[in-house]
């Protein structure tokens, strides 16, 4: 019964063959089915085989070594073998969680997973507790992303996050692992000090902080794009706290926060024209509850819900007459495309679908997702599935089918499925005090929270 009715970044492929073994031994494989027994799978089984399949990424892409996220499942020649993703590996907890859940392996095996992930990172590179956006998943050293960003990076650094309080939530049996688990969550929580990125607690957050470069690469966190989860957390904090003020003078602050303007008809309460890519309305989301989420800007159900059917609107009218959109195949976000990697949206579109927009809005759109769904796996299988689900894009304009997999894709597809079908991710995260507290500090107010 659904719970409701209703990137960046080019990595390597890099597995041992030793960890490929040892994973497909505890990870029960997909069972196979002919085209005509796909046709007669329910809804609720395709769900089933969709989100299975894709967690297989996060299971045969772990680093053999740390056990944290590869971002893409493609070698580039630009990068070394040993790079993995701080904030596609927060997507990975999520997944691995709805694995364990849904019995795909077992507790024991995740506890064990996990364990081997916090040990790395409390031993790998940090910057005031604050993880940078890669790292090498062998010695646990910093791998610049860019040639400033080469230290801190606070987004990144918050999906993890979101990832780990979702796990110190869920794996709260008082057993001598578990136990471990969560006390060694608690300490990377603890030691993270969100407020440095406030930067001598001013009135801005700031997305990047270097030992070699300080605050040279001067992004301020402004909305609204993918960071609120960012602010929540940071106002989380039991140890280092944001203040209220940088959330309203700087995040509330921005020629793109508030919109209010119609577009298909349909308002638009915050953001770009048309909303932007869909990760905005999935990435901090797939914790945070947006059901009676509001506060004096918005009403984060509305925000999310509007942005989802201007995007499958927009792809359904079609304006700009590309090959294969329809109301069966939409969903425009940031992924791999025919030359190269863009963010795309409805004011960005160069005729290039990316299945996890559409998958990863089940909660808001379930009609529209699982039409969506069944046209990808029923008519397109043979263009789009692979060995971890759909690949990241295609366009069929250009006749351009993707072979990647990116973790930052992958992951949504698995938790927001699971919020539609269960809520399992909201729940756990919107459980946490400090979460809660984070939250009225803001201004918030859910049904999650205490009176």
Known sequence: MPYFLSKKGILTLFISVTSLVSYSQVLTPVPQTTASERKTLSDSALLDVVQKQTFKYFWDFSHPVSGLSRERSNTTPAYGNEVVTIGGSGFGIMAIIVATERHWITRDTAVKHLLKEVNFLLKASSYHGIFPHWLNGATGVTIPFSRKDDGADIVETSYLFEGLLCARQYFNRQDPLENQLRNKIKWLWTGAEWNWHQRDMGNSLYWHWSPNNGWAMNLEIRGWNECLITYILGASSPTYPITENVYHKC??????????????????????????????????FMGLDPHGLKDEYADYWEQNYNHTLINYKHCVINPNHFKGYGENCWGLTASDTYNGYNAQSPANDFGTITPSAALSSFPYTPEYSMKALKHFYYDMRDKIWGDYGFVDAFNESKNWYAESYLAIDEGPIVVMIENYRSGLLWKLFMSSPEIQSGLAKLGYESPWMKK
């Open 251 to 284: 995040w509330a602050v921005s020629n793109h926060f508030i919109n209010g303007r119609l577009y298909y008809g349909i308002k638009l309460p915050l953001g770009f024209d048309y909303g932007g890519p869909l990760f905005f309305a999935h990435y901090s």
